[in-house]
């Protein structure tokens, strides 16, 4: 019959530095290296360097040189560290001493049976009960006095594990879990000259820790794409180191690959990184990237085709004067980039030559964006451009099929400058449209956006005119 030893091991530290995979998701998952010393038998093992936020089902503990063989009888983890509230809990219908210290500096200890502690799990708070001399108090009458702690208490959350191992075994065991609490994004700060269309762009990653816990010297990788949380997610995911990206990123030391369907970037250094820590790293600067300021007139972005004839005419309507800024740039190796950039926040500065100080000139976000793809960033709307749009003239002859609508378009410059700006018009009354009559060519960009382009000189105004020909 084989005989039963029972021990018991507190892992509070670790061999190794841990390593965390940070997702766009408020996840992220943690691999902890820790050092088990079995005996032959059963072992209670705890771990209390885990999260707050731990999901308690994804835990897996290994011996990821499958060498030493062990079984798991249980599995646990325990978020209730020890407090006030948890302790009245453990004493209620017993006497405790209450202490109260007085600004004059007098103490004064009363003995006080604990009635109902006001602790419920959850962290759901009730008066406490208080019995001192025959009569009840619906508050402590000081502070509670305990004795030392009991074997069950816990300091920190824990995770604990009933091991069953053949023979004594000392090894270096895998943790690994799924945790909320982390998140990560990216921003850009885009600096341009007070001239010129050549810019500076640098990229930033921003580490938020709210998991309750604090890691030291962690080796972080950061997964970037909408990763679906709701399927279960196998223990190593990301366990492949990154080969170094060639160009700029790797002159900044963020290593980057192509992981799965989504990418991957491994910071060079660990990171310390506190509870309720946020933290920012450079990933990417590319001191020249050509990227173009457009200004484009697009008043009836609101309309669109939705798959049927719409006659409505419209009659009243104000459009828009506003012209907007768009920077557009690519994302390729040729224009000092052509990385993966992922979903963040651009901020867009000018300097100013007379002092040298950059000017704050607007922002907006980027969704992921793969090598080689054009960027168009709205950042606001020009001030001294100026847009108008009418409906001149609409027909409709339901019984012959068609109808008409022209429209006038008028284009201001009140800059000092020399100003292209682009007007984008919407067929959208019928998917079956002709443009008639235009004062000037226009480019189809879809089969329901077509654009006028044109140049200003200071101070002049222009007017497109055209008449879109619907048939059904």
Avoid: C
Avoid at 301 to 317: K, W
Avoid at 329 to 356: C, H, I, M, Q, W
Avoid at 357 to 382: K, M, R, V, W
């Amino acid at each position: 019959m084989k005989t039963l030893l029972f021990s018991t091991a507190l892992i509070a530290s670790v061999s190794a530095e841990p390593a965390i995979t940070i997702y766009n998701q408020n996840l992220a998952v943690v691999r902890e290296t820790i050092p088990l010393d079995l005996k032959a038998g059963e072992n209670t093992i705890n771990f209390n360097k885990a999260t707050a936020l731990v999901l308690p089902d994804s835990v897996v503990l290994r011996d990821p040189a499958a060498k030493h063989e062990f079984s798991i009888l249980e599995q646990s983890y325990r978020n209730d560290p020890v407090s006030q509230g948890l302790l009245l809990s453990q004493f209620e219908g017993q006497t405790l001493e209450f202490r109260t210290v007085y600004p004059d500096g007098k103490v004064e200890t009363v003995p006080g049976k604990v009635i109902r502690s006001g602790y419920l799990p959850g962290g759901e708070l009730q008066d406490p009960i208080i019995e001192v001399d025959g009569k009840l108090r619906f508050s402590l009458p000081g502070q509670p006095q305990f004795p030392a702690l009991g074997d069950d208490s816990i300091l920190k959350p824990t995770l604990g594990w009933r091991l069953d191992a053949e023979a004594p075994a000392k090894f270096d065991a895998q943790l690994s879990y799924l945790t909320s609490g982390f998140s990560w994004s990216a921003s850009y700060n885009l600096v341009a000259p007070e001239k010129g269309d050549t810019v500076t762009l640098a990229g930033w990653i921003t580490v938020v820790n709210n998991s309750g816990t604090a890691f030291d010297k962690a080796k972080v990788k950061l997964v970037a794409g909408d990763v679906n949380v709701v399927q279960p997610m196998s223990d190593g995911v990301t366990s492949s180191m990154a080969a170094p990206l060639a160009g700029r990123m790797e002159k900044a030391k963020v290593q980057e690959k192509a992981f799965d369907d989504f990418h991957l970037y491994s910071l060079p250094r660990t990171l310390t990184i506190r509870d309720k820590e946020t933290k920012q790293i450079e990933f990417l600067r590319s001191p020249e990237v050509k990227a173009i300021k457009r200004y484009v007139y697009d008043p009836a972005s609101r309309y669109r085709f939705y798959g049927g004839v719409n006659s409505n005419s419209l009659e009243g309507t104000e459009f828009s004067k506003d012209i907007s800024i768009n920077w557009e740039f690519k994302n390729s190796e040729e224009n000092g980039l052509g990385v993966p950039l992922p979903a963040g926040r651009v901020r867009f500065y000018r300097t100013d030559d007379k002092d040298g100080n950059l000017e704050f000139i607007g922002e907006n976000n980027i969704d992921h964006t793969p090598q080689n793809e054009e960027l168009s960033i709205y950042t606001g709307n020009a001030f001294d451009l100026v847009g108008g749009r009418k409906i001149t003239n609409f027909q409709v002859k339901e019984r012959e099929h068609w109808m008409k609508e022209t429209i006038e378009i008028t284009l201001k410059n009140r800059s000092k400058e020399p100003k292209e700006i682009t007007a984008r018009e919407h067929l959208w009354r019928w998917s079956n449209w002709k443009i008639e009559g235009a004062s000037m060519e226009s480019v189809k960009k879809d089969s329901h956006t077509v654009e006028f382009s044109t140049k200003l000189a200071p101070d002049e105004v222009k007017t497109i005119t055209y008449t879109a020909h619907y048939t059904w």
